[in-house]
């Protein structure tokens, strides 16, 4: 409501034209009404910017629950957008997974790409990155020393590996796996004393998976769910066109991240104390502050959400696109704390 009179607010008489022609064009429908929140708008004044609440997580101390997923490395951009992204971090508080670091346990010759440390401080989680086909690699020749080297040279808090074996079945170069995921997860845990985090890669993980991972020490379990970027899905575009055709269904296999949220509380509730690991974070199709916040609200455990292609979209160019954009996200934030409630 307005509380100055049109001589004391000179803006009044354009907003009032601009409320009367968009008035139509501001209409929603009831069907598309959001079902997720109750909105109770009598119960807190607008917040003020940086209202959000610190909180402990991965043994350091966040500002905003968000969660930079692990995205890119080894291309002429990955320089550009992982300083903006780690700058973005430390000004607003969020974690980071970098992207594969496959290039670093052999070479230095990519390290400036992936050096951000001393963008993102020292106070925030930074996690390095391999896969499944990396690891079992180095566990053959005996060389998983090459994981401290490189969790050292990045002065990164802990390893994030990605599991995808659809990624590889479907890239053209891709490697085979002879053990499970899980040996090998299982292997490295008991080899190096690291912070280890476990993700797919835009497929998401069923109950049996979810269920192992949850009673391994692991750091987080970070979701991936399917419908976000699906990277068996890229792996095709890449690849021949008759076996992508064969194969396209399999891009439609998986979980979303509203189905591991409720798989994950099934399992915490199931579990009981064989639940080592209890934090988690809410990541694949998670395209909106709103969505991150309704998930980290449903999920019965210390839990964060990650965006990877919303940030890319918005970290190859200037930083003061990115700030624009992760700035609006936490005011997001702000507002749904206070004027939203989970049903």
């Known amino acids: 409501m307005d509380t100055l009179s049109p001589k004391e607010d000179p803006t009044a008489s354009s907003r009032k034209r601009d409320h009367i022609e968009l008035a139509f064009r501001s209409q929603v429908e009831s069907g598309t009404l959001d079902q997720r929140f109750y909105y109770e708008p009598l119960l807190s004044g607008h917040p003020e910017r940086g209202s959000l609440k610190s909180f402990l997580f991965l043994g350091k101390t966040m500002r905003a629950p968000v969660w930079v997923s692990s995205m890119t490395g080894g291309t ?3 320089n550009t957008i992982n300083h903006n992204l780690a700058r973005a971090c430390k000004e607003f508080g969020m974690g980071m997974g970098l992207g594969s670091c496959r290039p670093l346990l052999y070479s230095n010759d990519s390290l400036p790409d992936f050096d951000v440390r001393k963008e993102i401080g020292d106070d925030l989680p930074l996690f390095a990155n391999l896969g499944v086909a990396q690891l079992e690699e180095l566990i053959d020749h005996g060389e998983l020393y090459r994981v401290r080297e490189l969790t050292d040279k990045l002065q990164a808090d802990g390893l994030i590996i990605h599991v995808n074996p659809l990624q590889e079945w479907l890239q053209p170069e891709g490697d ?7 040996q090998v997860i299982e292997i490295v845990l008991e080899k190096i004393n690291l912070p280890i985090i476990v993700k ?3 497929q998401g993980m069923g109950m049996e998976s979810l269920r192992a991972l949850m009673q391994l020490p692991l750091a987080a379990i970070d979701f991936a769910a399917n419908g976000g970027t699906n990277f068996a899905r890229l792996e095709m575009l890449r690849g021949d066109e008759v076996k992508a055709t064969i194969y396209e269904q399999l891009a439609h296999v998986g979980h979303s991240a509203v189905e591991m949220t409720l798989m994950a509380n099934q399992l915490i509730e199931e579990l009981g104390d064989k639940a080592a690991c209890r934090q988690f974070i809410i990541s694949g199709g998670v395209r ?3 969505d991150g916040y309704y998930l980290t609200q449903k999920l ?3 839990s964060i959400y990650g965006q ?3 940030f890319l979209r918005h970290a190859r160019g200037s930083y003061e696109e990115l700030q624009a954009y992760v700035a609006a996200q936490i005011e ?3 507002l749904a704390n206070a004027f939203l409630r989970v049903r």
């Open 176 to 182: 085979r796996f002879v053990r499970s995921s899980l």
């Open 308 to 310: 990877a292609s919303g």
């Open 300 to 302: 019965n455990a210390p």
């Open 332 to 334: 997001g934030l702000e």
């Open 200 to 202: 797919e890669v835009g």
């Open 76 to 78: 002429d951009w990955a």
């Open 288 to 290: 909106t502050f709103l």
